[in-house]
Nanobody, 125 residues
């Protein structure tokens, strides 16, 4: 069984930064693509960023491109999401997810097999 544990969420003012971490255990971390999704109150969970198993390819939603950076450290079984220039509309619960069926980064929520419990990010104006 795979476990994903997110950390690093919190309250920040608009324009500030946060770094989310997601620690994985239970299966070979280097063989899975990883993604970050987010869900705001009353909205569906949406794609934010994804990274291939090797870390060589990344993908971003248009809403976070240029402000967020996804990265991974396979030696530490951890994926990160650096979030800069945060906006109030970035407020959401952020989830990391693992896709063990593909090596490449995918934006499709249905492609991900395992999910973390989420971490709250709140951006005040």
């Amino acid at each position: 069984q795979v476990q994903l544990v997110e950390s690093g969420g919190g309250l920040v003012q608009a324009g500030g930064s946060l770094r989310l971490s997601c620690a994985a255990s239970g299966r070979s971390f280097s063989s899975c693509a990883m993604g970050w999704f987010r869900q705001a109150p009353g909205k569906e969970r949406e794609f934010a960023a994804a990274i291939s198993s090797s870390g060589g390819t990344t993908r971003y939603s248009d809403s976070v491109k240029g402000r967020f950076t996804i990265s991974r450290d396979n030696a530490k079984n951890t994926v990160y999401l650096q979030m800069n220039n945060l906006r109030p509309e970035d407020t959401a619960v952020y989830y990391c997810a693992a896709d063990f069926r593909r090596f490449y980064a995918t934006t499709n929520r249905a492609d991900y097999d395992y999910w973390g419990q989420g971490t709250q990010v709140t951006v005040s104006s």
